[in-house]
């Protein structure tokens, strides 16, 4: 019934009844659950609940922060016909017994709007706690802008899933969507482009249309302030990502300065990979640390993305900047294992100058206080041994990545395209389906997706931090259509991420009939636009 199924659950005869007269009681800790409890069952029962006049009392709803009774983010939660008690090793803990709770209700305890009913919580005591300490969403808001009134909805269905990393793609060839200060031109230039194609890339481009109609957007430091404290109440950090040195049009396009040079730069209209990267002389190195300097002002996330993916090394090839850094750093004759035997790997010259730029990156990071993320092609400059030892991998083009970045001894996020890219196809079907990037992805293999992989020793495991799922947006241009690529595969996704990889997971066929169907009831309440079910 509870979606991501607790660790341990058993259902107990009998049942609480709330009424407007139940009492809701909290510690100072438990304050931001008690509110999110007030708002998500308001609407629908019309009950406002305060505290009990006689403080011993032990009836109505507790929620109570016990550090020695639970770990991080976990907690117990009890029902019995006499009352309600949540207890949670943190704040964010009492705050998923909160979300456990509304779940033991009927479905349309999730509606806006006022239902006339009794409100019975079966009796059962929950003891549940979370696999994995990073659960989280990348949502491309760069290639579609999405308005923050769609960030902050899902924020509430990312809480409402127990997932607690909100990883947003702010910066791509087609766009840029933060406002940063000291450079205007970004946001003015960089946040627009003219047009975009119709269709999908992968065709001729001599046949390529567009669509004539401008698009973008871009968040104010205002907005981001919103985002950031709205996701904070909900225990969700808003990792955001810059991504450098590839993928940076829209920023060329404003300031042609940041670029190498051989070709005009505008805002892409299609999707694919430039070969257009910014160039890495001194000054626009110190354009990258004023950027990340605005983003750790407005983001208080330990972890900053830097990107890292898909940056072509044509250009540098070709500049003389490049290659005259590349000779400084003494980068030609470089190896991976140290040797001088440049045939010792396959790294390129111009592999080894982006690992330099990761470790620029990850230094001035390190230097505030936070930690580099970056995709797994920062490896790319020979490994895990030549990135500073608090960068963090996330695994994207397959588990590789992270299995050599764990052994390595790094931190991992697994995020590989093969199991958690929800731009990927829901059916094999694809007429039947939106246009979509490509791949298949159904939701029986996300269900059964694992982040530890098996050839991980003990050691090696415990760098995995969890795992990712990522919606791109290329072909996902409405909130509508991002909600139908995301749910039901991200519900799939928080199971993934909760439970206890140590056992033995349901059938797939179990877990859509006994909880998915349920919380899909939910998800209508919430007016959110799923995929139906095959
Ligand atoms: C990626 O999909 N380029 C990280």
Redesign the pocket.
């Known amino acids: 019934m509870i979606l991501p199924q607790p660790q341990h659950l058993e259902r107990r005869d009998g049942a609480y009844t709330l009424t407007n007269a139940t009492t809701l009681r909290a510690d100072d800790a438990s304050g931001p659950a008690a509110d999110a409890l007030r708002r998500a069952l308001g609407p629908a029962t019309g009950f406002t609940w305060g505290p009990p006049s006689d403080p011993a009392s032990a009836a109505g709803i507790t929620l109570t922060v016990d550090a020695a009774r639970h770990g991080p983010e976990a907690y117990s939660l009890t029902v019995t016909s006499d009352g309600i008690e949540i207890i949670g090793g943190d704040a964010a803990g009492v705050f998923y017994g909160v979300q456990s709770l509304r779940q033991l209700l009927p479905a349309d305890a999730f509606s806006s709007s006022r239902v006339d009913r009794t409100w019975e919580v079966p009796a059962v005591s929950i003891t549940d706690r979370p696999r994995f300490g990073w659960r989280g969403t990348m949502l491309d808001v760069a290639r579609h802008f999405m308005p923050k009134a769609f960030v902050l909805e899902l924020i509430d269905l990312l809480a409402l899933h127990k997932l607690n990393v909100l990883h947003l793609h702010l910066t791509e060839d087609q766009g840029w969507r933060l406002a940063v200060e000291k450079y205007p031109r970004l946001t003015e230039v960089g946040a627009w482009r003219p047009e975009t194609l119709v269709g999908h890339a992968h065709r001729p481009e001599s046949e390529y249309t567009f669509d004539g109609t401008p698009h973008g957007g871009f968040y104010t430091a205002e907005d981001v302030r919103e985002i950031v404290a709205y996701a904070a109440e909900r225990f969700i950090t808003v990792v955001p990502e810059i991504d450098m040195p590839g993928h940076m049009l829209a920023a060329i396009a404003a300031y042609p300065e940041l670029g190498n040079g051989f070709k005009p730069a505008e805002v892409w209209k299609r999707w694919g990979i430039s070969e257009q990267v910014i160039n890495l002389e001194d000054s626009t190195l110190d354009f990258c640390r004023d950027v990340l300097a605005e983003v750790l002002r407005l983001f208080p996330s330990p972890y900053v993305h830097c990107g890292g993916?898909?940056c072509p090394k044509t250009e540098w090839k070709a500049s003389e900047s490049a290659q005259r850094r590349i000779a400084e750093l003494g980068l030609a004759d470089d190896s991976a294992d140290g040797s001088g035997d440049p045939g010792g790997d396959t790294r390129s010259p111009e592999d080894a100058l982006q690992a330099w730029f990761t470790g620029q990156m990850a230094d001035y990071l390190a230097a505030q206080g936070r930690r580099f993320v970056g995709?797994d092609e920062v490896l790319e400059g020979g490994g895990p041994a030549r990135l500073p030892d608090d960068v963090v991998v996330m695994s994207?083009r397959s588990e590789a990545g992270g299995i050599e970045a764990a052994r390595g001894g790094l931190d991992v996020v697994m995020a590989p395209?093969q199991y958690v890219?929800f731009d990927y196809y829901q059916s094999e079907d694809h007429d039947s389906e939106p246009l979509a990037i490509g791949g298949h992805l159904p939701l029986a293999k996300v269900y059964a997706y694992r982040p530890i992989p098996g050839e991980l020793d003990a050691e090696a495991a415990a760098h995995v931090l969890g795992a990712q799922a990522?919606l791109?947006t290329e072909y996902v241009p409405t909130t509508e259509h991002a909600e139908y690529m995301l749910f039901p595969r991200l519900c799939a996704f928080a199971e993934a991420v909760w439970r206890d990889g140590s056992g033995e997971i349901d059938e797939y066929d179990v877990f859509v009939a006994e909880r998915l169907r349920p919380h899909l009831e939910r998800l209508d309440a919430l007016g959110v636009n799923y995929r139906a079910l095959d």
Do not use: T
């Open positions: 993916d898909e995709w994207w395209c890219y990522q791109w």
